[in-house]
Structures are given as C-alpha cells and as structure tokens.
C-alpha cells in the first residue's frame, strides 16, 4: 500500500513501514540494554499509540506487563490546550514499577507533560517515555524523552495509529496530510 491508495489525501509518504521496523529494533535494543534484569509496564496511550505498542513490544525481551490509558487533551481541531481528561485508567496499580509510556507523537507536549505528572504521583519505580513521532514543538515543554523514533517537521500525520477524523489508522506507513484535506 503507499500514498497512491488514498486518493489525493495523502500528500506523501513521510516514513516507509520498513523504516519504522527498522527504527523500532533499535529502539527496543535501547530499552533492552537500559532495563536490563527489570520487568518494565509498557502503558500505551490509546488510540494512537496500539501500532507502536503492539510492534515495539514484540521486540523487547525484557520482561514486561502493558496496560493503557486513553486520555483527551481538550482543543479545537487539531490542537491540543494541555487540559487533559482520563477516559480510560490504567487497570493495574503502578506503585514500585518501572514504567514505559508509549507515545505515537508527541506535538506540543502538554499531553504528555500532564500524563508524567499524573503518574509520578502514584509513586512508581521510575517514568520513561518512548514515542515514535516528535515535532519541533515539544522542545518547548521539560518532559525528558529518553526513546525517540523520528523527529519530524510540523506538518499534520496519519498511518500507523494516527489519524485524522477517525481514518487512517490502519496505514501500515507515516503519511503527510494533504492540507485540502483539513481545510488548509
Ligand atoms: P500534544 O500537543 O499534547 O498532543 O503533544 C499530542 C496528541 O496530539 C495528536 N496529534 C496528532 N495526531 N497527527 C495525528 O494524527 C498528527 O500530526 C498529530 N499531532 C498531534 C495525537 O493524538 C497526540 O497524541
Ligand atoms: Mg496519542
């Protein structure tokens, strides 16, 4: 599948499906050596987050446990304020455990920002978070993200568990939006 398969709404396509395999086997042999004789919780950030999820996990051998949180940061379009609500807790009690947040795409921050805060407060082992996408954005905000797949330009992204208005998750690939799509 590539770009041509969306019709005119994909613009490109920014990261190929065997550069993010590639790109995860790195990162899981980071996240192998740093936790190594640990158990680690992977929590993954839903909706966006289960492609990384499913295919980073699978290459660490590190033992681990996963659960989610889905959270929606409040804002028009596709921005985000940083005010964040819980949709959905983790099910399992993190105190004393080394914890993993499993990002798609970090963007301004605040959303993850706040998920560090929340967590830390319920007094585990140690936070380390792991994104697949960043943009230039997120410098601006303290959050050390100690795994990063890719840094990308600020331009809008679907596929891989992005999307935009509900589609194009199941891209196995990164695509740029085309900006009539959004109404740019
Ligand atoms: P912040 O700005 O708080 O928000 O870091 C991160 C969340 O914003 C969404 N987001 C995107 N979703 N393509 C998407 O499909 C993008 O280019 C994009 N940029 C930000 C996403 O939900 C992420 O978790
Ligand atoms: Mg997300």
């Given at each position: 599948m590539d770009a041509n398969d969306m019709g005119r709404d994909l613009s490109k396509v920014l990261i190929s499906e065997d550069e993010i395999a590639a790109k995860l086997d790195e990162l899981a042999a980071a996240i192998d050596r740093d936790f190594a004789g640990k158990e680690v919780l992977l929590v993954g950030v839903l909706n966006g987050a289960v492609m990384v999820m499913a295919d980073l996990s699978r290459r660490i051998h590190t033992p681990v446990t996963m659960d989610w949180m889905a959270v929606s940061s409040y804002g028009s379009g596709t921005k985000s304020s940083g005010v964040v609500r819980i949709l959905k807790d983790l099910s399992t009690d993190v105190h004393g455990k080394h914890i993993l947040i499993v990002e798609d795409i970090i963007d301004s921050?605040?959303?993850?920002?706040?998920?560090?805060?929340?967590?830390?407060?319920?007094?585990?082992?140690?936070?380390?978070?792991?994104?697949?996408?960043?943009?230039?954005?997120?410098?601006?905000?303290?959050?050390?993200?100690?795994?990063?797949g890719f840094d990308i330009p600020s331009e809008f992204v679907v596929g891989y568990g992005l999307d935009y208005d509900g589609r194009y998750r199941n891209l196995p690939f990164i695509g740029t939006l085309a900006p009539h799509v959004y109404g740019g």
């Open positions: 921050g605040l959303t993850l920002s706040w998920l560090v805060r929340n967590l830390s407060s319920r007094e585990p082992a140690s936070i380390k978070v792991a994104t697949l996408l960043r943009k230039p954005e997120a410098a601006k905000v303290e959050v050390d993200v100690a795994y990063c």
